[in-house]
Nanobody, 121 residues
Framework: QVQLVESGGGLVQAGGSLRLSCAAS????????MDWYRQAPGKQRELVAT???????NYADSVKGRFTISRDTDKNTVYLQMNSLKPEDTAVYYC???????????????WGQGTQVTVSS
């Protein structure tokens, strides 16, 4: 009943920009935190950025100054603005939300399907 749908991935040249979106829908009471992860071939999945309703975003060192995470609470949507993209940013990007479906629930973790970002040199 909870679904996270990602969009915005694609192919871009080095130095270009992309904006990823992730919209959560279904039975959602509240969302505590929304995250972006990425996984490149042969590498483990890493946390790229995270945001909560009451704080600014936190970022991996590799993307600080280039990526910006933001959130539209009313739409249950998180965005990742990616500027000055580098070939090493190439990966599958995954959205994750820590949410509860009702006021009775504990928080649980939900994942999107992933979207491919490819940066060419």
């Amino acid at each position: 009943q909870v679904q996270l749908v990602e969009s915005g991935g694609g192919l871009v040249q080095a130095g270009g920009s992309l904006r990823l979106s992730c919209a959560a829908s279904g039975s959602i009471f509240s969302i505590n935190r929304m995250d972006w992860y990425r996984q490149a071939p042969g590498k483990q999945r890493e946390l790229v950025a995270t945001i909560t309703s009451g704080s600014s975003g936190n970022y991996a060192d590799s993307v600080k100054g280039r990526f910006t995470i933001s959130r539209d609470t009313d739409k249950n949507t998180v965005y990742l603005q990616m500027n000055s993209l580098k070939p090493e940013d190439t990966a599958v990007y995954y959205c994750n939300a820590l949410l509860r479906r009702t006021s009775r629930d504990y928080y649980g973790s939900y994942w999107g399907q992933g979207t491919q970002v490819t940066v060419s040199s």
